[in-house]
Nanobody, 119 residues
Framework: QVQLVESGGGLVQAGGSLRLSCAAS????????MGWYRQAPGKQRELVAV???????NYADSVKGRFTISRDNAKNTVYLQMNSLKPEDTAVYYC?????????????WGQGTQVTVSS
């Protein structure tokens, strides 16, 4: 079982920056991807950014050029640097880790961290 601990959310003015961190611990066998999702009130959870074990990244169109995802494989930690924040970025941000064990993928989720961007 993998446990995820997130940190770094908070309140920031539009145009500001925040950095989210998510550390994975526990019985880790083979992480194939780490990422961030977000869910705003009344909306579905959506992908923000993902990074694979090989370092490939993918971003939602709405955050391209403003957010950067990175990971420290030695620490099993993923980061999300968020710059030029907008009020529409306000949401609960969830860390996700995808692990593959004997050909079967397992998803783990963090508890969520609130990001609020004021106008």
């Amino acid at each position: 079982q993998v446990q995820l601990v997130e940190s770094g959310g908070g309140l920031v003015q539009a145009g500001g920056s925040l950095r989210l961190s998510c550390a994975a611990s526990g019985r880790i066998f083979g992480i194939i991807a780490m990422g961030w999702y977000r869910q705003a009130p009344g909306k579905q959870r959506e992908l923000v950014a993902v990074i694979t074990s090989g370092g490939s990244t993918n971003y939602a169109d709405s955050v391209k050029g403003r957010f950067t995802i990175s990971r420290d494989n030695a620490k099993n930690t993923v980061y999300l640097q968020m710059n030029s924040l907008k009020p529409e970025d306000t949401a609960v941000y969830y860390c996700n880790v995808k692990e593959r064990i004997i050909g079967v993928d397992h998803d783990y989720w963090g508890q969520g961290t609130q990001v609020t961007v004021s106008s």
